[in-house]
């Protein structure tokens, strides 16, 4: 039965223009368990990671994530997954504050009085709270999407080179939310090309190469 | 899987949400209002002195100068959800597409309606129009016509941004739309501030909410295609 | 020529349409025996138009122009109602077939479109000594052309195959619900300023050869979309195929 799978991809296949990003790829996720993602720029793992997310469809294939088919099963699926990647998501004129208690509210939770401010404070922001994000460096633009992963509390952890922008800090902090949500039961799949950081924190490993499942070198 | 908050509710944190926005740069708004000044004075220079030919084609500049405020404001309305991709976040927070929708076209259609309001003055000093003739009407026809103009404009700006040639892909789509709803508002504006004998102005503003309706349903239900992929 | 015969034929046209898209054994034989008979009733139209039927009472012979004029007009309308029709077709159910015939009608309407108008305008300079007649006919299909010359170019502009069929499909359900509107909203407007409307030809010989430029641009409009098709069909199968299962060799080291 598919629910014992986080995500269970059969032959996907994913287009954009002429140019095949991921072609028949097919593996599976149980719950609860970590997946390593690596392959050179340009291999699809954004893309994959952005199918499992339901922000995009395979133009082939069947895609699971926790048992719902992803398209059909969209509405079913958001709640649940969050996704951390290149594009954050954030409105560049509002303040990281208003931008997570807009996330908050939208999840039913702007009732809660210190959500934001306790979020805030855990990812080093606390200060610039109030400053538009417009004037945030690279880390702390990552750094509010990481906050708002958090709120969300998700079943699926989705996670595009989440150490990027990070200074050494930043990198260890990120580890230890990564075990964090791991000791939650939380699936994760980690993009990342630190490949030593990434095999200690995960426990299977899905290497691309042309958008193709491949044995890693 | 019930959703955490309403259809109603999450339209009116976008619309809030874009407020929000459009106060925080508020620079930007006052630039579209100085051009949409520009824009009133420039009909007049175009079309000579004469007082009355100018007050009898008021409301055609009044409209026209809006129509053309509004691809910058509703091509604005989306940069700031492609910058980003917030409209992308948003949808998978998740956020109904509908509601952004519903969001969105309140969001376009208050600022064109504001921006009207704000250009009244400007039309009685350069038109000479006289504005107490039939005022909760004009404010009507003003509200129904921003929201005409938004609800085809808010699914073609959404499908603009993400389009190459964005700019003129807009207007060019766009416009030729919001042909009859520019004649529906100019004769309903017109019979607001001129003598109505045959008691047109209750029929166009038929024709006005007809359209809007109608756009407002159809894009209600297309926009969801846009927002994400399918 | 019995008045139902038009639409019959529409409907017949219609049809064949659906057929060669469905039915690959009707494809390469059905539209020569429709390009024939298009092309000797467009002759025996040029004889019709010209000499056989009557100068009109006000018109004279400036008015000959509407016997290919309003056929044009009609045919942009039908070819953009089809390309409507594909559209809802694509949203419900995705297809290239569909895609690649709402792109075909799209083009012959802007075809049709362009020229009628054009056509329309020339008619208007003598009769009404404007170049523009504000009837509501030709202004919807105007404003129809503008937005389909939009759709186009929304369509050229968009790379993704499927984006470029959903968006497109979308714009041309938001143009064409335009198309009620405006065509109401300047009979209202003429009604309130008596306007003068087109004068319909109501003299029997001219009604006929009217109906025969019809079935004549019908044949056309029949052709021009098939083959339409023809050229967008094997332009959407290079972007369907599936990569192969296997890796590529790779090269010898």
């Known amino acids: ?217 | 899987m019930t959703p955490k908050i309403s259809l109603l509710a999450a339209a009116w944190l976008v619309l809030k949400k874009d407020w929000q926005i459009e106060w925080r740069t508020r620079a930007r708004l006052t630039a579209i209002i100085f051009f949409s000044l520009s824009t009133l004075l420039l009909f007049s220079f175009a079309m000579g002195p004469d007082v009355t030919t100018l007050r009898a084609h008021a409301p055609g500049y009044l409209w026209l100068a809006l129509l053309f405020a509004s691809v910058l404001s509703l091509g604005e309305s989306f940069r700031i959800e492609s910058e980003n991709q917030a409209l992308t976040g948003l949808v998978l927070t998740p956020v109904e597409p509908r509601a952004i929708f519903v969001g969105k076209v309140f969001g376009n259609a208050s600022l064109l309606f504001v921006l009207s309001l704000v250009l009244l003055p400007v039309t009685v000093a350069l038109y000479d129009v006289d504005l107490s003739r039939d005022p909760l009407r004009l404010v009507l026809v003003l509200f129904l016509g921003s929201v005409g103009i938004s609800a085809p404009g808010t699914v073609y700006s959404a499908i603009s941004a993400n389009a190459r040639a964005r700019d003129v892909m807009l207007p060019l789509l766009l416009f030729p739309v919001l042909m009859p709803l520019l004649l529906a508002a100019v004769s309903a504006t017109k019979f607001t501030l001129q003598p109505d004998p045959q008691e047109q102005v209750d029929s166009w503003l038929k024709l006005l909410t007809a359209f809007d309706l109608i756009y407002l349903s159809v894009g209600f239900l297309l926009f969801p295609k846009v927002a994400e992929e399918d | 020529m019995p008045p139902f015969v038009p639409l019959t034929l529409l409907a017949l046209v219609v049809a064949a349409i659906i057929a060669h898209v469905a039915s690959p054994k009707v494809r390469p034989w059905l539209w020569k025996p429709v390009a024939a008979l298009g092309a000797v009733m467009l002759v025996a139209l040029w004889y019709l138009g010209l000499v056989w039927a009557p100068p009109e009472q006000f018109m004279s012979d400036v008015g000959r122009i509407l016997y290919v004029h309003v056929p044009h007009v009609w045919m942009a309308l039908i070819a953009f109602t089809l390309n409507v029709g594909c559209a809802v077709a694509y949203l419900m159910k995705k297809s290239w077939v569909t895609d690649a015939l709402a792109e075909s009608a799209a083009e012959v309407g802007v075809y049709f479109g362009a020229v009628g108008v054009s056509m329309g305008s020339i008619w208007a300079r003598p009769t009404w000594g404007v170049w523009w007649d504000w009837d509501p006919r030709l202004i919807s299909t105007t404003v129809m052309l503008l937005a389909y010359v939009g759709y186009l170019a929304l369509r050229s502009f968009t790379e993704d195959p499927e984006r470029r069929a959903t968006w497109s499909a979308v714009a041309a359900i938001l143009s064409y619900v335009a198309l009620p509107i405006v065509w109401f909203s300047v009979r209202w407007w003429n009604s309130l300023h008596q306007v003068q409307s087109s004068p319909s030809t109501v003299d029997k010989p001219m009604v006929q050869v009217l109906r025969w430029g019809a079935v004549t641009m019908l044949c056309f409009l029949y052709v021009f979309v098939v083959k339409r098709y023809e050229i967008a069909r094997p332009r959407q199968t290079a972007a369907i195929e599936l990569p192969p299962l296997g890796l590529p060799r790779p090269e010898a080291a």
């Open chain 1, 1 to 217: 039965m598919s629910e014992q799978l986080a995500v269970e991809a059969v032959d996907i296949s994913k287009r954009f223009g002429a140019r095949w990003a991921l072609a028949r790829l097919s593996f599976g996720l149980p719950l609860g368990r970590s997946l390593l993602l690596t392959g050179h720029n340009g291999s699809g793992k954004t893309t994959l990671l952005r199918l499992i997310a339901t922000a995009s469809f395979p133009t082939a294939g069947t895609l699971r994530v926790l048992g719902h088919d992803a398209r059909t099963g969209r509405d079913q699926l958001r709640p649940f997954v969050a996704l951390v990647s290149h594009a954050s998501f954030h409105y560049e004129d509002l303040s990281a504050a208003q931008n997570l208690s807009l996330s908050a509210k939208f999840l039913g939770r702007g009732g809660e009085p210190k959500l934001v401010a306790e979020l805030l404070e855990r990812m080093g922001l606390s200060e610039r709270a109030d400053s538009p994000v417009r004037q945030f460096s690279a880390g702390m633009r990552k750094r509010l999407a990481i906050a708002r992963l958090l709120m969300k509390a998700p079943r699926v952890a989705l996670l595009d080179e989440p150490f990027g922008e990070l200074d050494p800090a930043g990198i260890k902090q990120m580890e230890g939310i990564i075990r964090e949500l791991q000791g939650q039961g939380t699936s994760v799949v980690l993009a990342t090309h630190l490949v030593e950081q990434g095999l200690s924190l995960t426990n299977e490993r899905l290497h691309l190469e042309a958008g193709r499942k491949v044995a890693p070198s």
